[in-house]
């Protein structure tokens, strides 16, 4: 079966950086597009960024722009989230998602979506 596995969160000061990486099996990732999405307690999810199945087109939502890089080795079906000048306001669960369609995957369409368990991120002021 499909398995969606993110790893790299952790606690970190504000200012710094995190690595997010997600791995995918039970699927052919090169087939998928990918994106993060991050939900804070009290706070609609919300997609952060997004990547396309050869990670030539990308997509950041404004409030990570130029902070955040996303990334992806199809050869070792891994999804990254390189994570730079980290802000309290940044704290939330983050989620790796792998949709077929790049349009239910920006619109984080549930039921065509293939979620991870998600990684806590807590960035301290």
């Known amino acids: 079966q499909v398995q969606v596995v993110e790893s790299g969160g952790g606690l970190v000061q504000a200012g710094g950086s995190l690595r997010l990486s997600c791995t995918a099996s039970?699927?052919?990732?090169?087939?998928?597009?990918m994106g993060w999405f991050r939900q804070a307690p009290g706070n609609e999810r919300e997609g952060v960024s997004y990547?396309?199945?050869?990670?030539?087109?990308?997509y950041y939502a404004d409030s990570v722009k130029g902070r955040f890089t996303i990334s992806r080795d199809n050869a070792k079906s891994t999804l990254y989230l390189q994570m730079n000048s980290l802000k309290p306001e940044d704290t939330a669960m983050y989620y790796c998602?792998?949709?077929?369609?790049?349009?239910?995957?920006?619109?984080?369409?549930?039921?065509?979506?293939?979620w991870g368990q998600g990684t806590q991120v807590t960035v301290s002021s």
């Open positions: 990547i396309y199945w050869n990670g030539g087109t990308t």
């Open positions: 039970g699927l052919t990732f090169a087939d998928y597009a």
């Open positions: 998602a792998a949709a077929t369609s790049w349009w239910r995957l920006l619109r984080g369409d549930d039921q065509y979506i293939y």
